[in-house]
Nanobody, 115 residues
């Protein structure tokens, strides 16, 4: 059974920073495209950032210049570095692994941006 375990969420003040981690197990990690999604209360889940096997990254316009996705294949881990956080970034953040259109999801980690 594939496992994706997110960590690093929490409460942070506006303008602050957090780094999320997602540790994958029971998959050949370097074959998978990885992504971070988020879902705020009452809203649909939205794509935040992606990173391909070839380390090509992309991110949503709402987080460009503030969030950075990265991966460490030796550690089977994908990261989301978040800075200049805003209250609008408050959401549950989910890790996603995708290979041959077969997606896996983590359980999510809560990020709350509030003073």
């Amino acid at each position: 059974q594939v496992q994706l375990v997110e960590s690093g969420g929490g409460l942070v003040q506006p303008g602050g920073s957090l780094t999320l981690s997602c540790a994958a197990s029971r998959i050949t990690f370097n074959l998978y495209a990885m992504a971070w999604y988020r879902q705020a209360p009452g809203k649909q889940r939205e794509l935040v950032a992606t990173i391909t096997r070839g380390l090509i990254t992309n991110s949503a316009d709402s987080v460009k210049g503030r969030f950075t996705i990265a991966r460490d294949n030796a550690k089977n881990t994908v990261y989301l570095q978040m800075s200049s956080l805003k209250p609008a970034d408050t959401a549950v953040y989910y890790c996603n692994a995708n290979y041959l259109k077969l997606p896996y999801w983590g359980q999510g980690t809560q990020v709350t941006v509030s003073s």
